[in-house]
């Protein structure tokens, strides 16, 4: 039995990256995740594969409460209905933990572009500058 969470890093509306994490406790966080790229794209394909549009959703939900900023979602599944519950939003600028602590199995996890500082870092440039509507 595993105990299993949804991270989706947002620029307002817009996710720019959702990835699981997950323990043997209630409590997940990153360091709770195992490295184990097999789990890691079970949970992926199961959880957020086909509710990239749920996860949208409550980032649009966020936004519309709080306005346009730099948010790591907490998301939690029901393992029953399937339905998603947002645990806690936070303002986050850069959730590096993940990258650091899965590294040694980036090139098999199913998104890559998490452990590159570049495309995170031009992801959310461009985000930033469409949900502040900035002329460049």
């Given amino acids: 039995m595993w105990h299993v969470c949804i991270r989706a890093q947002a620029v307002g509306e817009q996710v720019l990256f959702s990835w699981v994490r997950a323990g043997d406790e209630a409590s997940v966080h990153t360091r709770d995740t195992p490295v184990n790229p097999q789990m890691i794209r079970y949970f992926h394909r199961l959880l957020i594969t086909p509710n990239i549009g749920r996860i949208n959703a409550i980032a649009r939900g966020v936004k519309a409460a709080l306005g346009v900023g730099l948010y790591a979602h907490d ?62």
Avoid: W
């Fill in 75 to 136: 998301i939690l599944p029901c393992a029953k209905t399937g339905q998603l519950f947002l645990c806690e939003t936070n303002f986050k600028f850069y959730d590096g933990n993940h990258r650091f602590h899965l590294a040694s199995i980036a090139a098999e996890h199913p998104v890559p572009a998490l452990f590159d500082g570049r495309k995170v870092t031009r992801r959310m440039a461009r985000a930033l500058v469409q949900e502040l509507d900035l002329k460049v």
